[in-house]
C-alpha cells in the first residue's frame, strides 16, 4: 500500500524557517520523482517544487525560487522542504506527491499524494 506522510508543519513567523518531510513507503522511492504543491483557502492547488529521482535535477515555481529548497534522501526515503524566508502568502495545506516522470511530479496529475500538512505563517 502506497503511503505519503508529510510532516513539519506549524505556526511559524513571517521572515523564519521551517522544514517539511515527507516519508514515502509502498514503492520503490529512489526510482520516483517527488514533488511538493501547496493549496491555500480558497485558490486551486499550485505547484511548488519537484526533485528527480537521484536528486541532481529540481524544479521551482518563481514564487518560492531562493527561498525553498526541496532534497531527497533515498535511503530514508524521505522528501523533505526546506522553506527559508516564510511569508504570509506561503500559508497553505502542503502535499507531496510522487511519479516515475519529473514533470508529472510538478503538476496535478502526479501518480501519489500525500494528505497534506498545514503551513501557517503569521505577520
Known amino acids: 500500500q502506497v503511503q505519503l506522510a508529510e510532516s513539519g508543519g506549524g505556526l511559524v513567523q513571517d521572515g523564519g524557517s521551517l522544514r517539511l518531510s515527507c516519508a514515502a513507503s509502498?514503492?520503490?522511492?529512489?526510482?520516483?520523482?517527488m514533488g511538493w504543491f501547496r493549496q491555500a483557502p480558497g485558490k486551486e492547488r499550485e505547484f511548488v517544487a519537484a526533485?528527480?529521482?537521484?536528486?541532481?535535477?529540481?524544479e521551482y515555481a518563481d514564487s518560492v525560487k531562493g527561498r525553498f529548497t526541496i532534497s531527497r534522501g533515498n535511503a530514508k526515503n524521505t522528501v523533505y522542504l526546506q522553506m527559508n524566508e516564510v511569508k504570509p502568502e506561503d500559508t497553505a495545506v502542503y502535499y507531496c506527491n510522487a511519479d516515475l516522470r519529473l514533470r508529472a511530479a510538478t503538476q496535478r496529475v502526479a501518480k501519489y499524494w500525500g494528505q497534506g500538512t498545514q503551513v501557517t505563517v503569521s505577520s
Open positions: 509502498g514503492f520503490t522511492f529512489s526510482t520516483y520523482a
Open positions: 526533485i528527480n529521482w537521484s536528486g541532481d535535477t529540481t
